[in-house]
């Protein structure tokens, strides 16, 4: 296990020993021929370097892909309902292609499209994006309000505690209808929204962890998982100290801008270092 930030939120990093499980190749390449892609994303995903960014609703993939990966303003848009590529630059010459999943399950040409790209590309790993229960959506079925005191700012903890328990609902019904699980060597669980998120890091590492009930239900649906890591990531609406939630700047919120790059980097450092890792 390697620490990840000094002095701030820290990464969590695990190796697992699996064995290798063989992929239909000659399956592959011919689903090829029935997917053009344009040169830059043809030349990416021949070389592997492919980022899938999955996860429930609200968790903001889609901010991470144009503000992390493509340095862009983030789009004029509710929440993602097709899925969508985009050649993204990850520092220096390290390119990928982002496909950025929608979170909804009721999206689902969105998802099967995503499906469809896994078994056609050579895929090593998956990116899945969680926000530790602040998750930005409306839901017909959550029974909480997202504040328990809205005039002071004080998210409740019931809702949270019942999107942390969605999101994992959501992984495994995403994982368990994925084809080709065998082809995932790696899996980054990046936990947005840092300034929202950073007081309860440390039980951040423990809910998430290779070794929680979520890590366990991760590792029971792929089999031959090498790398599991947690890792911290900076993306939302707005930049600058205190990220509104909801409509309102909850007083825990608001880290020091000034980390924003480096836990950013550290994001996309393992993101890259899996890849290199594991050229499929």
Not at 14 to 24: F, K, N, Q, T, Y
Not at 102 to 122: E, M, T, V
Not at 184 to 212: C, M, Q, T
Request: proline share 5%.
């Amino acid at each position: 296990m390697a620490d990840g930030l000094d002095g701030m939120a820290g990464a969590d990093h695990h190796l697992i020993g699996r064995r290798e499980a063989p992929v239909d190749r000659a399956v592959e390449i011919l689903l090829g021929r029935l997917f053009p892609r344009d040169a830059e994303e043809r030349r990416l995903t021949d070389q592997g370097r492919i980022g899938f960014l999955i996860g429930n609703t609200g968790t903001g993939k889609s901010s991470i892909a144009d503000q992390v990966f493509s340095h862009e303003q983030e789009r004029e848009t509710e929440h993602t309902i097709d899925m969508r590529s985009l050649p993204a630059r990850m520092g220096g010459n390290r390119s990928i292609v982002v496909y950025d999943v929608p979170g909804n399950l009721s999206h689902a040409s969105g998802h099967q499209k995503a499906w469809d790209a896994i078994f056609q590309h050579k895929v090593s790993g998956l990116i899945n994006v969680v926000s530790y229960g602040f998750n930005e959506t409306a839901s017909r079925n959550c029974p909480y309000a997202p504040y328990s005191d809205e005039a002071k700012g004080i998210v409740d903890a019931s809702y949270l505690e019942w999107f942390r328990a969605d999101d994992e609902d959501f992984l495994r019904t995403w994982l368990d209808s994925m084809p080709s699980p065998e082809k995932i060597k790696w899996l980054v669980i990046a936990v947005n929204k840092h300034d929202l998120v950073y007081p309860f890091w440390e039980r951040i590492k423990i809910h998430y962890g290779a070794d929680s009930r979520y890590g366990q239900a991760v590792q029971n649906r792929l089999p031959n998982l090498e790398e599991y890591h947690v890792v911290p990531v900076w993306a939302g609406r707005r930049d600058g100290a205190g990220q509104s939630f909801k409509g309102h700047i909850p007083p825990h919120s608001g880290t020091v801008p000034d980390q924003k790059e480096a836990i950013n980097n550290t994001f996309l450092d393992t993101v890259d270092a899996c890849l290199n890792r594991w050229r499929a």
